[in-house]
């Protein structure tokens, strides 16, 4: 089989008022991702979220170098499930020694909590911040929970985050180790204006390779997207949305049974289908961080359809934070969480 040649898009030309708006706005860098290590850092303003911290402490703060910040500028961590390619033991010590904040679904938190009792310190120290009601406030961000199906002790899930900007409310969704579609995924992933989503193996390559039988079933039904399913997923949520993504960047893309040419092929011929050649679609690599996505004004693409549910990402950001400033909601600190 012959790779084809990628094509990776960006937006066009800004004007240097355009610049200045979209530099206000989030921006994702993935600063690795394969088998061997995840990690996904999403900026906003003077926020800083990390999610998953799948490598040591020493590369993650080499790879945020690369982008001016340091560890000690994160403003929180989140985990989207136990494998050890998604958190990494030094780096959960290094944070608690930073006291940066670590934020997980309770049934993360009390599965690794049983394995991992050190981690129990965390809680005096106020470190965990269990994500209660599927959603949490971190800096100037909005960040909520989905379940993600995949074969991992406590569940799996993806995030989306949601913070305003000059050009308005945005949403950065990060969804990978997906072992099928859900209704739940492919809400999230509607309305995003940059999608991070796991294009892990390609179907032949997997077949032809020579992994086990066991493990080639587990990967098909319990443990990743082919590049068909994850272009399935992109659509079906642009189907659901009043606009486009800007860039969709494609992760989790195996090193023996897939190429980055075979993943942003697939997604954009997918994409060609709905006549969304314009959305950018950008490779990530297992051990060196990504460029960086940003959301670029003046870029939006309408699809000319209502927004995917009664509440739009909009109105779901406005109402819970109104409720919050009616009701001083605190986080309860409880066990920390981790896994190999």
Same mark, same amino acid.
């Given at each position: 089989m012959q790779s084809p040649s990628v094509r990776v898009h960006a937006g066009n030309g800004m004007s240097s008022q355009q610049e200045a708006l979209s530099a206000r706005c989030p921006r994702v860098t993935v600063l690795g991702s394969s088998s061997a290590g995840n990690g996904t850092l999403v900026r906003s303003g003077a926020t800083s979220i990390l999610i998953d911290c799948g490598f040591p402490p020493e590369y993650i703060n080499g790879q945020m170098a690369d982008v001016g910040l340091k560890l000690s500028d994160l403003t929180a961590v989140f985990i989207t499930h136990t494998h050890g390619d998604h958190v990494n033991q030094m780096f959960v010590r290094r944070a608690l020694e930073l006291r940066i904040p670590i934020f997980c679904p309770t049934d993360i938190e009390l599965h690794l909590q049983t394995q991992y009792t050190w981690m129990a310190r965390a809680s005096h120290r106020g470190v965990l911040r269990p994500i209660m009601n599927d959603c949490?406030?971190?800096?100037?961000?909005?960040?909520?929970?989905?379940?993600?199906?995949?074969?991992?002790?406590?569940?799996?899930?993806?995030?989306?985050?949601?913070?305003?900007?000059?050009?308005?409310?945005?949403? #950065?969704? #990060?969804a990978t180790d997906i072992a099928f579609a859900t209704e739940s995924i492919i809400d999230a992933v509607a309305e995003s204006d940059? #999608?991070?989503?796991?294009?892990?193996?390609?179907?032949?390559?997997?077949?032809?390779?020579?992994?086990?039988?066991?493990?080639?079933?587990?990967?098909?039904?319990?443990?990743?997207?082919?590049?068909?399913?994850?272009?399935?997923?992109?659509?079906?949520?642009?189907?659901?949305?009043?606009?486009?993504?800007q860039t969709i960047a494609l992760a989790h893309v195996s090193q023996q049974c897939n190429t980055n040419a075979f993943a942003v092929q697939s997604m954009r011929e997918s994409l060609r289908k709905l006549d969304c050649e314009r959305v950018t679609v950008a490779e990530t690599f297992p051990f060196t961080r990504s460029a960086v996505f940003s959301i670029s004004a003046g870029q939006k693409h309408e699809t000319g359809v209502s927004c995917y549910s009664d509440l739009s990402a909009e109105l779901q950001f406005r109402k819970t934070v109104a409720l919050k400033q009616q009701t001083s909601l605190t986080h309860k600190s409880t066990r920390l969480v981790y896994d190999s």
């Amino acid at each position: 089989m012959q790779s084809p040649s990628v094509r990776v898009h960006a937006g066009n030309g800004m004007s240097s008022q355009q610049e200045a708006l979209s530099a206000r706005c989030p921006r994702v860098t993935v600063l690795g991702s394969s088998s061997a290590g995840n990690g996904t850092l999403v900026r906003s303003g003077a926020t800083s979220i990390l999610i998953d911290c799948g490598f040591p402490p020493e590369y993650i703060n080499g790879q945020m170098a690369d982008v001016g910040l340091k560890l000690s500028d994160l403003t929180a961590v989140f985990i989207t499930h136990t494998h050890g390619d998604h958190v990494n033991q030094m780096f959960v010590r290094r944070a608690l020694e930073l006291r940066i904040p670590i934020f997980c679904p309770t049934d993360i938190e009390l599965h690794l909590q049983t394995q991992y009792t050190w981690m129990a310190r965390a809680s005096h120290r106020g470190v965990l911040r269990p994500i209660m009601n599927d959603c949490t406030e971190v800096g100037n961000c909005l960040v909520r929970t989905f379940p993600v199906p995949h074969d991992s002790a406590g569940g799996c899930f993806g995030y989306s985050i949601f913070s305003e900007s000059p050009l308005g409310m945005k949403k #950065v969704t #990060v969804a990978t180790d997906i072992a099928f579609a859900t209704e739940s995924i492919i809400d999230a992933v509607a309305e995003s204006d940059i #999608v991070v989503i796991e294009s892990n193996h390609d179907l032949e390559m997997l077949e032809n390779s020579g992994r086990p039988v066991w493990l080639k079933k587990r990967i098909r039904e319990r443990g990743h997207l082919s590049n068909d399913e994850s272009a399935d997923i992109v659509l079906r949520a642009i189907d659901r949305s009043s606009h486009v993504p800007q860039t969709i960047a494609l992760a989790h893309v195996s090193q023996q049974c897939n190429t980055n040419a075979f993943a942003v092929q697939s997604m954009r011929e997918s994409l060609r289908k709905l006549d969304c050649e314009r959305v950018t679609v950008a490779e990530t690599f297992p051990f060196t961080r990504s460029a960086v996505f940003s959301i670029s004004a003046g870029q939006k693409h309408e699809t000319g359809v209502s927004c995917y549910s009664d509440l739009s990402a909009e109105l779901q950001f406005r109402k819970t934070v109104a409720l919050k400033q009616q009701t001083s909601l605190t986080h309860k600190s409880t066990r920390l969480v981790y896994d190999s």
